[in-house]
Structures are given as C-alpha cells and as structure tokens.
C-alpha cells in the first residue's frame, strides 16, 4: 500500500505562489495516473489536474494556465505548482493515485492546506 503525504500548503496573498509537493512512500513508477483534487468548506472535492506516466497532462477549466502539473518518478514525487492564487483557490489540496488508469483511485493523502488570503 502506497502512502502519500502532501505539502507545501500555506497562506498566501493573493496573486502569490506556491509549490505543492505529494511524496509517496514507494515508487509510482507502476501509477498510471497522479491527480490533485482540491475542496473547499461546504462544497464537493473538486478534480484540479492529473497527469499520466507518460506526462500527458490535464486541467479544470479554473486552473488553466495558472497551475503545472508534473512527477519525477525517481524521486516518487508529485508536484502542483500554482501562480496567480486567487481566494477563491482557498481549499485542502489532495494527491491520488490510480495504478490502473481506469477513473478509480487506489492512493490518497490526507491533503494540504491552501488559504489565499490578504
């Protein structure tokens, strides 16, 4: 069982950056699929970007442009790098694992807090 742990969340201003890391316990050499979901207070955890093993990527319409997706495979890592926060980006940040590629996540962390505030 592949555990993983992210971080990097923090408060930042709006406009600001940050660097979401997601290290997994074991190599993700064999996850087909990495994704960051995000959620915030009262709503439904919400895709945000994913990102196949062969670095094929994909975005919500709502990050477009603003977030990058990526994973070093040697080092077991994820990452969510995020520009132009917006508060409304305010949510915990998680990291999955779909080992198959099918839609059904086999891996997923206890997420990240991101608060984008002034």
């Known amino acids: 069982q592949v555990q993983l742990v992210e971080s990097g969340g923090g408060l930042v201003q709006p406009g600001g950056s940050l660097r979401l890391s997601c290290t997994a316990s074991e190599s993700i050499e064999h996850i087909s699929d990495m994704a960051w979901y995000r959620q915030a207070p009262g709503l439904v955890r919400e895709l945000v970007a994913t990102?196949?093993?062969?670095?094929?990527?994909t975005y919500a319409g709502f990050v477009k442009g603003r977030f990058t997706i990526s994973r070093d495979n040697a080092k077991n890592m994820l990452y969510l790098e995020m520009n132009g926060l917006k508060p409304e980006d305010t949510a915990v940040y998680y990291c999955?694992?779909?080992?198959w590629g099918l839609g059904r996540y086999d891996y997923v962390g206890r997420g990240t807090q991101v608060t984008v505030s002034s």
């Open positions: 999955y694992g779909d080992v």
């Open positions: 990102i196949n093993s062969a670095g094929s990527t």
